[in-house]
């Protein structure tokens, strides 16, 4: 498993941009596909991008598409979620995790998690 540690998230305003980042411990970080996800309250757990073990591939849910990219370094153990035009309904707790198998939408595919990181975008 890898251990895995999210930042970047605060405060902003509608329209506005956040880049979250995720670094993670462990030799074996290129091995496993990398999955963003977020939490509003009340709410179930959501895939919002994921991210193939070399970056080659990446997947979005349709309410992030053309407005959120994700990226990995695999020398720097880190994967990146750049937001754009954030809305309000993207407040939310973000999370990554990793999983040896495929990206998949499923968060029980996922084996290790962050702490997570808020966003908050205001109207």
């Known amino acids: 498993q890898v251990q895995l540690v999210e930042s970047g998230g605060g405060l902003v305003q509608a329209g506005g941009s956040l880049r979250l980042s995720c670094a993670a411990s462990?030799?074996?970080?290129?091995?496993?596909?990398m999955g963003w996800f977020r939490q509003a309250p009340g709410k179930e757990r959501q895939f919002v991008a994921g991210i193939n073990w070399d970056g080659s591939t990446t997947y979005y849910a349709d309410s992030v598409k053309g407005r959120f990219t994700v990226s990995r370094d695999n020398a720097k153990n880190t994967v990146d979620l750049q937001m754009s035009s954030l809305k309000p309904e993207d407040t939310a707790v973000y999370y990554c995790a990793a999983t040896p198998l495929v990206v998949a939408v499923a968060a029980a595919a996922y084996h290790s998690w962050g702490q997570g990181t808020q966003v908050t975008v205001s109207s």
């Open positions: 462990g030799r074996t970080f290129s091995s496993y596909a």
